[in-house]
Structure formats: structure tokens, C-alpha cells
């Protein structure tokens, strides 16, 4: 099974409570455009697809579903793409207690990827984005230390053998949310 997990960017209408089978359960959005290439007659099929992205979430809120919607499900794959609402919710001064900062950031994303690195064959961490092309804007400066957390992760720990054939794991990194990079190992 490959699992998508994350926020807004991921879910895009989403069956609920689980987005499984073929569109419009996976919603409409980049997981639903990989199932598809995955479906095309010259990749074959290699594995099920699951969405389990939720609009709005935060690390925050990945944490505490965690374990019902990744180890529950136990995939072979996992990809993750969070922390767009984390940072947004710092800029828009609506409710400032669901704005989470860096370092809750990094501490809670690092914990569910150590929580999760033996129990999965592959892992794809994919950064948050946000659209502007001034660097120096401070909500895209903010945006891009949270893309570096998410595209590092807990990396240093990785294991050196993974649950079924011993090769390595080492999470891949992509660099935006349309186009998972491979992963590697």
C-alpha cells in the first residue's frame, strides 16, 4: 500500500474517513494524479493507494491520528506532506494557539518519523510550499525553514535495515507536493 498523509493540499475531496479505490475517492488532487500514472498500462499496478490527508491539519493534528490512519493501515510506502497550515496559521491572526511554531514543528515531525521508520519499506517526505517568488517575504522565509525540517527530517537515526529484505531505508526528498521524487534504497 502507498499512504499519502498531510493537510488541504493532500486531501482535495478526499473520500472520508478513508480515501481508497479509484477517483474521485482519492480526491482530486496530486495523490489521485500519481494513482492514475500508476494505473497507466505501461507502469502497471504496483500497489493500492490510500489519501488520508485531512484540509486544515497541522503536525499537530497528524500526531494525534497518527497511529489510526499510518500504523493502523500498515503501508509499504508512506508519503508525507504537512506543515503549509502550520505556518499560515502564524500569518493570519485568526487563532493564534493553532499556529505551530518551529520548534514544535521539528519535535513533532521528527517523532512520528521515528515512530514510523521501521514499520515502512519506503518514505517520501515532501515539503510545504507556499506561492512567492519574494524571498524576502516573511511568510515565505518561514515556509522555507519548514520545507528544510520536512525535507530532512530524522535522518541521522535512519536504521540500517528495514522490516523485510534488509536493504537500507533512506527517506527520499521531493521538493514539491506535484511530484513525489522516488524513493530510494
Known amino acids: ?31 489521485a494524479q500519481v494513482d492514475a500514472g500508476l494505473r497507466s498500462p505501461r507502469a502497471g499496478r504496483l500497489a493500492e493507494v490510500v489519501n488520508m490527508g485531512t484540509s486544515g491539519n497541522t503536525v499537530r493534528d497528524l500526531s494525534a491520528r497518527w497511529d489510526r490512519d499510518v500504523v493502523a493501515l500498515r503501508p509499504s510506502w508512506l508519503c508525507v506532506l504537512i506543515g503549509t497550515n502550520d505556518v499560515w496559521r502564524q500569518f493570519d491572526g485568526r487563532n493564534p494557539p493553532a499556529a505551530v511554531m518551529p520548534d514544535e514543528f521539528g ?10 521508520r521501521l514499520l515502512v519499506e519506503k518514505l517520501v517526505l515532501m515539503t510545504p510550499f507556499y506561492v512567492q517568488d519574494d524571498r524576502g517575504d516573511p511568510m515565505r522565509r518561514r515556509m522555507d525553514e519548514y520545507g528544510a525540517m520536512a ?29 513525489p521524487a522516488r524513493a530510494t534504497g
Open 151 to 179: 525535507r530532512w527530517g530524522s535522518t541521522s537515526s535512519w536504521p540500517s535495515t528495514r522490516r523485510s529484505s534488509g536493504r537500507g531505508l533512506r527517506p527520499s526528498r521531493a521538493t514539491g507536493c506535484t511530484r
Open 107 to 116: 519535535r513533532t515531525y521528527d517523532a512520528l518519523l521515528s515512530r514510523t
Open 1 to 31: 500500500m502507498l499512504l499519502f498523509i498531510g493537510d488541504s493540499v493532500t486531501d482535495c475531496g478526499r473520500l472520508q474517513p478513508v480515501g481508497r479505490g479509484p477517483a474521485p475517492a482519492l480526491g482530486h488532487g496530486y495523490v
